[in-house]
């Protein structure tokens, strides 16, 4: 077998490689002479700086596998790879010991001053009585976001005998309760709690500037505050202005809304410490990367079942071209669920209807949904193969059955989302390329999910359309199309509005102040789920 390693990855890993393949590390290759030494290569292993473009994989005849030691795979034309049927594996757990480590070295370095200290003693001076500590023991740490660094902080803090309490409106209450934390009912108990509030969202649009203004607001006056997710997660300006006012006694950042953060405010405030971007930053998160993405390629090669997988190329070509627009499907309603569903999700319901109640490849849509339900939360990506595992070790529990009659369609996916708290009905029908959703929370619709809209429950009464489209209008957002779902007996109507904007928080506020309206949720759905 022969592997080629086309970026600098720890020696590690090429070491591992060598004992079951031939290796080529060849670094900073052209694309022509990449494109020549790829032809024979059964493996490719690389970081971010090789692009693994189409011509590239056209070129690849023998490749059967990416590895990437580490996580994004943006240098990787992924569509195309798994198209002609190469796996890309990576590794996602790579560095969250590492970032964990950092955020406690945050902490602890707030919590008693050490790089002030250490720029003072610098200068030649002994300023003791300035630098007065506190401890750690005791206070309560705030994280948000308990995946796999959030969990990883917990169990760091706890050995310094601090009290946790999370808050992540997608992991079970018992997963939380199995590692030791108090799970919050909302970030509003984290902000009013907590003496220390560290980050470990993914940046998404939910999250970003989630630390605002109005977060600050809540928070306790002297509260210190840690970032070593990504840049936007704060509203640098709000906490330029916290840490002024004295609101916010100390934060540290690893990340930033523009890297690198020169000419930033927050560097020329004396409780202000950053890094840049260290997070995954150590010789042993070096070293899993390219372990972890080398283990993972040979598994490939020697067949066995890898681990991370980013695509999934293991339908057959023609499986796949019969399934790509169902799987289109599933995804969709996935993705607009999680954005419709409120409290923890316990279960997903899924029944096949019509010609795909007999479709053999019905895990592989299953497997859509959760993707679309996961990928949304989730930093790693969620994909057809993982995606069962991320639900199970989320408590998720999946049932899948059939039924003949699909109404007036051909086919239909129904989709029953039950949370902590309420459930969610959709129902989706896929024609040709064209992918529907037709009907949400038993109210029929028509509608081709694309780009942002507004979904709207409220009374059946007269001039309820006009209130929410003259609402928007003042906002300046542009109505591109409308639907009004009905259910027999009902005194609720839905409303389906396409928008061409954004609509804020604020925005929201206002329409589900207008009398009448029950509840409204923002959905993006972007282009449409186009994975296949
Ligand atoms: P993860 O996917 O394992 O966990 C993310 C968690 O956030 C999930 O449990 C999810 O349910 C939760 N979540 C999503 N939206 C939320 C919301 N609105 N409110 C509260 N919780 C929400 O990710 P991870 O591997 O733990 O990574 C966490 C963050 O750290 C990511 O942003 C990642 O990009 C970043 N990271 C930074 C560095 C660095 O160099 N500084 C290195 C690695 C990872």
Excluded at 395 to 405: F, L, N, S, V
Excluded at 431 to 459: A, D, F, Q
Aim: glycine share 8%; with cysteine; aromatic share 4%.
């Amino acid at each position: 077998m022969k592997v080629m390693v086309s970026d600098q990855i720890h020696g590690a890993g090429i070491e591992l490689l060598k004992k079951e393949a031939e290796v080529e590390v060849a670094i900073g290759l052209d694309k022509e002479e990449l494109i020549d030494r790829i032809k024979d290569k059964d493996a490719l292993v690389v970081r971010s700086a090789t692009k693994v473009t189409r011509d590239v994989l056209e070129a690849a005849e023998k490749l059967k596998v990416i590895g990437r030691a580490g996580v994004g795979v943006d240098n990787i034309d992924v569509k195309y790879a798994t198209e002609k049927g190469v796996i890309i594996v990576n590794a996602p757990t790579a560095s969250s010991i590492t970032v964990a480590e950092l955020t406690m070295g945050f902490m602890i370095s707030m919590a008693r001053n050490i790089p002030q200290g250490n720029a003072s003693i610098k200068a030649e001076k002994w300023e003791k009585k300035k630098f007065l500590g506190i401890e750690l023991r005791g206070k309560t740490l705030g994280i948000i976001g308990m995946g796999r660094i959030g969990s990883q902080v917990a169990k760091k803090a706890k050995a310094f005998e601090m009290n946790c309490i999370a808050y992540d409106p997608y992991i079970s209450k018992s997963i939380a309760r199995e590692i030791g934390v108090e799970i919050a009912e909302s970030i509003d108990e984290i902000y009013k709690n907590s003496n220390f509030i560290t980050l470990h969202v993914p940046m998404t649009e939910h999250t970003k500037h989630l630390i605002n203004k109005d977060a600050f607001d809540k928070m306790r006056e002297g509260v210190y505050l840690i970032n070593a997710a990504r840049g936007g997660i704060i509203d640098e300006k709000a906490l330029y202005e916290a840490l002024k006012s004295g609101k916010v006694a100390g934060a540290a950042l690893d990340v930033f809304e523009k890297e690198p953060p020169f000419g930033n405010s927050l560097l020329e405030i004396d409780n202000f410490i950053g890094t840049p971007h260290l997070g995954a930053s150590t010789e042993e998160a070096q070293r899993f990367a390219s372990t972890i993405a080398c283990e993972e390629v040979l598994k490939v090669l020697r067949g066995e079942p890898p681990l991370n997988v980013v695509n999934m190329p293991r339908l057959s070509p023609d499986a796949l071209n019969r399934l790509k627009y169902n799987i289109n499907l599933a995804e969709t309603l996935g993705t607009f669920a999680i954005q419709m569903v409120e409290g923890r999700i316990k279960d997903v319901e899924v029944v096949y209807c019509g010609t795909l109640a007999e479709e053999k490849h019905k895990d592989i849509l299953t497997n859509a949904i959760l993707k679309g339900l996961l990928n949304e939360i989730l930093s790693e990506s969620v994909n057809l193969l993982n995606a069962p595992v991320v639900a199970k070790n989320r408590d998720i529990r999946i049932t899948e059955g059939k039924r003949e009659d699909a109404g007036k369609y051909d086919n239909m996916i129904v989709l029953r989302v039950k949370t902590d708290l309420e459930e969610t009905v959709l129902e989706g029908s896929s024609y040709g390329i064209e992918t529907k959703i037709v009907s949400v929370n038993g109210y029929s619709v028509e509608l081709v999910p694309k780009g942002r809209m507004l979904v709207v429950h409220h009374e059946d009464k007269p001039g309820m359309i006009g209130r929410v489209s003259t609402l928007l209008g003042e906002q300046g957002i542009n109505i591109g199309a409308m639907q009004v779902g009905r259910k027999e007996k009902s005194e609720t109507q839905l409303m389906i509005i396409f928008v061409d904007h954004k609509v804020n928080k604020e925005v929201l506020e206002k329409i589900s102040g207008i009398e009448g309206v029950k509840k409204v949720f923002s959905l993006n759905m972007g282009d449409g789920n186009e994975s296949y």
